[in-house]
């Protein structure tokens, strides 16, 4: 009796367990911020797409197919050439991510890698189309230009292939060797043509004051000549006592200084 209810048991625990992985097997899950597109052994992919959650599907016959519907974000690095043909390496960031309704297409014509087949092609091309619209130059003064129009461009051709594009920017801008070279070469010039001003400019305005200082010296010269005119060299003589006054005062005081008579012999004993 008692191997006949273990025999039931058994029996009912196996048909329970091949009906839990049927269930299991019919449900799949589609994340938060995903979508899924359904493909059919007998029918192909199906137009609907399914929204997040928890679903059912005909085991075998049916397989989802989830894709992520959030903003990504891919780095392309490019290298073409400006309007005066400098080499320009440059690297578009851009934010993506696939119109919803467009995901049963989007599988069907280019596949689940849509990113890695369609945005480096559409990216280098556009790029190239924009960049040599410009000289090297205006790609360095109008950025700001240069990325509006990628930007706009770029959206539109992506758009044809079912994306959204969230945001396009250029991260990264060089150019050849020799540009760099020449752009250096340009700048130490400017610096040494700046600087030679400077020394043309110091040396007029040194000019311009010898000059007004040779004036003033010519005009003291010509007021104190003028001054002295109605006396005469009786002031120049005055002015002569005066002085040697004072170096005999100065010399008197000095311990150092012996006067000695005029037209006298004077013997000085001096220790032999």
């Given at each position: 009796m008692a191997a006949k209810v273990f025999e039931s048991?058994?029996?009912?625990?196996?048909?329970?367990?091949?009906?839990?992985g049927v269930v299991n097997s019919a449900l799949y899950n589609v994340d938060a911020g995903h979508r899924a597109v359904i493909f059919d052994r007998f029918r192909g992919v199906q137009d609907t797409v399914v929204g997040e959650g928890t679903h059912f599907l005909i085991p075998w016959v049916q397989k989802p197919i989830i894709f992520d519907c959030r903003s990504r974000p891919r780095n392309i690095p490019v290298i073409t050439g400006s309007k005066d043909l400098q080499n320009v390496n440059i690297t578009l960031r851009i934010?993506?991510?696939p119109v919803t309704a467009q995901l049963p297409r989007i599988f069907t014509s280019i596949g689940e890698d849509y990113d890695e087949r369609v945005l480096p092609s559409i990216t280098t091309e556009i790029l190239k189309s924009v960049v040599a619209r410009f000289d090297a130059g205006e790609l360095i003064t109008q950025r700001e230009?240069?990325?509006r129009q990628v930007s706009e461009?770029?959206?539109e051709r992506a758009a044809t292939f079912g994306l959204i594009l969230d945001d396009v920017s250029l991260t990264h801008l060089t150019?050849?060797?020799e540009f760099t070279e020449a752009v250096e070469?340009?700048?130490?010039?400017?610096?040494e043509a700046e600087r030679a001003r400077f020394i043309v400019e110091k040396a007029e305005q040194q000019k311009k004051a010898?000059?007004?200082?040779?004036?003033?010296?010519?005009?003291?010269?010509?007021l104190i000549a003028n001054s002295l005119a109605p006396a005469g060299d009786g002031l120049i003589e005055l002015r002569k006592l005066e002085a040697?006054?004072?170096?005999?005062?100065?010399?008197s005081r000095s311990r150092n200084i012996t006067y000695l008579p005029s037209g006298q012999s004077v013997l000085l004993q001096l220790p032999q």
């Open positions: 048991i058994g029996k009912f625990g196996l048909g329970l367990a091949v009906a839990g934010l993506f991510r230009l240069v990325s461009d770029l959206t150019f050849g060797k070469m340009k700048q130490v010039a400017q610096q010898a000059v007004i200082s040779a004036e003033g010296d010519s005009k003291a010269a010509e040697a006054e004072d170096i005999a005062y100065q010399l």
